[in-house]
Every structure is written in C-alpha cells, then in structure tokens.
C-alpha cells in the first residue's frame, strides 16, 4: 500500500502544519447531487445495496475527487452500520429515511446488546477502505468515520430519526444507568469501528455527533462528549510511522468548542452558525478547525458563492489549521457547477492566508 501522499494538504492542515492553501473537502461529498452518483445508486437496487458492494462503494467514493480537484476522499458508507451490526436490523422506508425494525425498547433489549464482531458483521466497510485506497494510489488521503455514541443511541432508542428526541430524552433524564449501559458499549463498538478502518488504510477518522446539539449543557458534557472522550483515547493514532488525526463534528455545538477542543481531538468540525474567527480565537492553539461555509450558499450564483467563501477564509485569517469544507453536509439539491465554483474560490482565494 501506498503511505505516501502525494497531496498531502489536508493532513497537513488538521496536524496544524504549513500549507500552500487552504485544503476542501465537502461533508456528503459521494451522494445525490451527482448524476453520476445516482446511477450508480440505481444499479446498486437499494442504500444499504450500495453500502455493501464493494465496488460500488469504492466508484461512488471516488466519483466527487474525479471531478473536483478536492483534497480529500471520504469513504463511502453510514454512521448507522454499527447499530445494524448490533442486529438492530436497518432499513430505508422510501421517502422517510432509515430506520430500525428491532429498536431499544425494553430495559433486556438495553441489557442485550453487544459489541458487534467488526472482522466480520462489517468486513464490507473496511473491505471498501482497503479497495478506495488502493484506487486513491496516494493521490489524497481517505477520511474513515463512524457517528458518535449519543447519535447512534438516539437512532437505536428512536427506531429512526427523531424530530424532538423524546424518547431517548426520557430514557436519560428517568434511567441513566441503562442511557450510559448502550452509550458505553456504543464507545466499546466505535473505537473498534475506527481503529479497523485506519488499519484497513484510513488516513484521517471523524466522528460525527449529529444530535449533540439536541442536548442541554449538562447532558451534553455527560452523555455525549464523555464518550467522544473515551473514543479518541483508545484510537490508533500512528499507522505506518504516520499520525492518522481525529476530527470531531457536533451539529448545535459551537456554544461548547472550548471542551469538545479539549477531548484529545486533532480538529474541530464547525457547523455554519459559529463565526469560524471567533472559533480561532477561543481555541485556535490547541485543534484545527474544519468549516464552515453553510451548504445554501451553493444555491446562489458563482460571484455569491465566490464573495462567502471570502467571508469564511477573511474570518479564520492568516496561517494554517483551516480546513475548509461545508457546515452541514451537500443539499441533494445542489447544481455541480456551483461545487466547481466554491472549490475554484477556495483554491484560488485561499492562497493570500498562507
């Protein structure tokens, strides 16, 4: 396997190190706004279809860094795999996302789960990782990823997607302990989730924690970042004499950047509602930032979207440890044109900060 890369920018930019540029990748970079990424999907027969043919997950990865010179590649797959593996049973009901035919109901469902065996219930994702990294040949790293603990929970205990949390809501504020028992075998299942991605050849690893803005103060520090904590403790953090950073994103969480920056991560994940120079100066010593252009901006013209990611770039100012990406993932409803324009603006505008 290749270990060296031959643009190493967005590495770089997350260990806080000298680049040329601002590096850009783009959160749901592989997914619906590409045509090509919709006949792909199509021959695949379903989501999950696609997840778990190699192949097509590997063509689907790499379709965004064939046609935009971006700086990275994400592997392509789903934060909910590890509850699926966790025999939760996923599926996707047409036109109302994913959901769980065995969710967390009872206290012995809570009692019964189990980390799930990686080598084997999720042999098809890091088989991907092996396959899009080999393809990449050291052309740009490869970002694994998993969700975090509390945003797998408040799937597993919701049975989908949730609009006002209530049910994994009442299970923390009545039975803590049980909220802790999935939390806590979720972090067991996650580190192990990631560790065999970057064996399997990730470069870099995220997590994402969707719903850790669905928290109050308190119950956040407790039920989410605590266990974002423990998953970058027991990380691989060098492969092949390289260090593989850790990128943290918590949607609704710029009002605690200063303890998620505190968790032992390499950057920060910045949804669009936090000014990204305010960010800086709250904890630009100690992670990289990532972020954080808000994914509507690409619905505007070129000269829009030209004069925003100014905006972005001015705010973070001079010097490195920005990596430039969206703050949400890419609207299915985005014009690809508008994508070769925000990564032309970012490359191009970029270059004055360094």
Same mark, same amino acid.
């Given at each position: 396997?290749?270990?060296?890369?031959?643009?190493?920018?967005?590495?770089?930019?997350?260990?806080?190190?000298?680049?040329?540029?601002?590096?850009?990748?783009?959160?749901?970079?592989?997914?619906?706004?590409?045509?090509?990424?919709?006949?792909?999907?199509?021959?695949?027969?379903?989501?999950?279809?696609?997840?778990?043919?190699?192949?097509?997950?590997?063509?689907?990865?790499?379709?965004?860094?064939?046609?935009?010179?971006?700086?990275?590649?994400?592997?392509?797959?789903?934060?909910?795999?590890?509850?699926?593996?966790?025999?939760?049973?996923?599926?996707?009901?047409?036109?109302?996302?994913?959901?769980?035919?065995?969710?967390?109901?009872?206290?012995?469902?809570?009692?019964?789960?189990?980390?799930?065996?990686i080598?084997?219930?999720?042999?098809? *994702?890091?088989?991907?990782?092996?396959?899009?990294? =080999?393809?990449?040949?050291g052309? @740009?790293?490869? /970002?694994?990823? %998993? &969700?975090?603990?509390?945003?797998?929970?408040?799937?597993?205990?919701?049975?989908?997607?949730?609009?006002?949390?209530?049910?994994?809501?009442?299970l923390?504020y009545?039975?803590?302990?049980?909220?802790?028992?999935?939390?806590?075998v979720?972090?067991?299942?996650v580190?192990?989730?990631?560790?065999?991605?970057?064996?399997?050849?990730?470069?870099?690893?995220?997590?994402?924690?969707?719903?850790?803005?669905?928290?109050?103060?308190?119950?956040?520090?407790?039920?989410?970042?605590?266990?974002?904590?423990?998953?970058?403790?027991?990380?691989?953090?060098?492969?092949?004499? *390289?260090?593989?950073?850790?990128?943290?994103?918590? =949607?609704?969480?710029g009002?605690? @950047?200063?303890? /998620?920056?505190d %968790? &032992?991560?390499?950057?920060?994940?910045?949804?669009?509602?936090?000014?990204?120079?305010?960010?800086?100066?709250?904890?630009?010593?100690?992670?990289?930032?990532?972020?954080?252009?808000?994914?509507?901006?690409?619905?505007?013209?070129p000269?829009?979207?030209?004069?925003?990611?100014?905006?972005?770039?001015?705010?973070?100012?001079y010097?490195?440890?920005?990596?430039?990406?969206?703050?949400?993932?890419?609207?299915?409803?985005?014009?690809?044109?508008?994508?070769?324009?925000?990564?032309?603006?970012?490359?191009?505008?970029?270059?004055?900060?360094?």
């Open positions: 396997m290749n270990f060296k890369v031959k643009n190493d920018t967005f590495l770089r930019a997350l260990l806080r190190q000298p680049t040329d540029y601002t590096p850009l990748w783009m959160m749901r970079q592989a997914g619906r706004f590409l045509p090509e990424y919709r006949a792909t999907r199509r021959k695949a027969g379903s989501f999950m279809g696609l997840c778990k043919n190699t192949d097509l997950a590997t063509e689907v990865t790499l379709q965004p860094v064939e046609r935009f010179p971006l700086d990275a590649a994400i592997l392509f797959s789903d934060i909910l795999t590890v509850p699926d593996a966790m025999g939760l049973g996923l599926y996707f009901a047409e036109g109302e996302g994913p959901k769980f035919e065995r969710p967390l109901e009872t206290e012995a469902d809570i009692k019964a789960l189990h980390v799930p065996d080598g084997k219930d999720l042999k098809y *994702v890091t088989d991907a990782v092996s396959q899009i990294r =080999k393809s990449l040949d052309r @740009i790293p490869l /970002i694994g990823f %998993s &969700g975090s603990p509390w945003t797998l929970s408040c799937y597993m205990v919701e049975g989908g997607g949730s609009d006002d949390y209530a049910k994994v809501k009442t923390l009545k039975e803590p302990k049980l909220m802790h028992h999935i939390l806590d979720t972090a067991q299942a580190t192990a989730y990631l560790n065999a991605q970057i064996e399997a050849g990730a470069q870099a690893v995220m997590i994402f924690d969707s719903w850790g803005g669905a928290l109050s103060h308190a119950a956040f520090h407790e039920f989410s970042l605590a266990y974002t904590q423990r998953i970058i403790a027991g990380l691989t953090k060098e492969k092949d004499g *390289v260090r593989i950073p850790c990128i943290v994103f918590t =949607k609704g969480g009002l605690w @950047i200063e303890s /998620i920056a %968790s &032992g991560c390499d950057a920060v994940g910045l949804d669009w509602t936090m000014d990204i120079g305010v960010a800086r100066q709250k904890v630009g010593h100690k992670v990289a930032l990532q972020g954080n252009l808000d994914p509507a901006v690409l619905f505007a013209t000269d829009i979207i030209h004069n925003e990611v100014e905006k972005v770039l001015n705010s973070y100012g010097g490195s440890g920005h990596v430039f990406n969206l703050g949400h993932g890419i609207s299915q409803h985005t014009d690809p044109d508008n994508v070769a324009a925000l990564v032309q603006a970012v490359r191009e505008l970029s270059k004055k900060y360094h």
